[in-house]
């Protein structure tokens, strides 16, 4: 299968995927508009699929939020079965995703270091010339 292909599957289950998390876990007192879907790796047979999953500002909920969605897998993958037309419908696997988490610390570390006095450049010397 051609990596191209793969790439395209991948963000059709991501998209599919968002929307029906959406649609199923509404009434699981959920914060959803912490939970993104930000990427979908799927195996070249189509059988797994890696799911990574972003939870904001949820540091003590994320492993709650991602055994609710373990538990909607059943129905996420029969819904994903029915609306997708792919050679087989993979198995889902949700795994937390924290390179958000890392980037906004990377961004808060850059902020920190513009409060920094400015660097005093050595004197030069006229000798030295």
Do not use: C, W
């Not at 939970?35 to 972003?54: Q, W, Y």
């Not at 897998?73 to 890392?102: A, G, M, V, W």
Request: hydrophobic content about 35%.
């Amino acid at each position: 299968m051609s990596v191209d292909r793969i790439v395209r599957i991948n963000e059709l289950l991501r998209r599919e995927i968002g929307e029906l998390i959406l649609q199923l876990v509404r009434d699981e007192g959920v914060d959803l508009s912490a939970v993104t879907v930000t990427e979908v790796h799927t195996a070249r047979n189509l059988r797994d699929a890696r799911v990574l999953i972003s939870i904001r500002d949820h540091e003590d909920e994320r492993r709650r939020i991602l055994g609710i969605l373990e538990r909607h897998r059943p129905e996420i993958q029969q819904r994903i079965n029915h609306d997708l037309k792919l050679k087989y419908t993979p198995k889902l696997y949700f795994t937390l995703d924290s390179s958000i988490e890392k980037g906004d610390r990377v961004l808060r570390i850059l902020e920190g270091l513009g409060d920094l006095p400015e660097p005093v450049e050595p004197p030069t010397s006229a000798a030295a010339e």
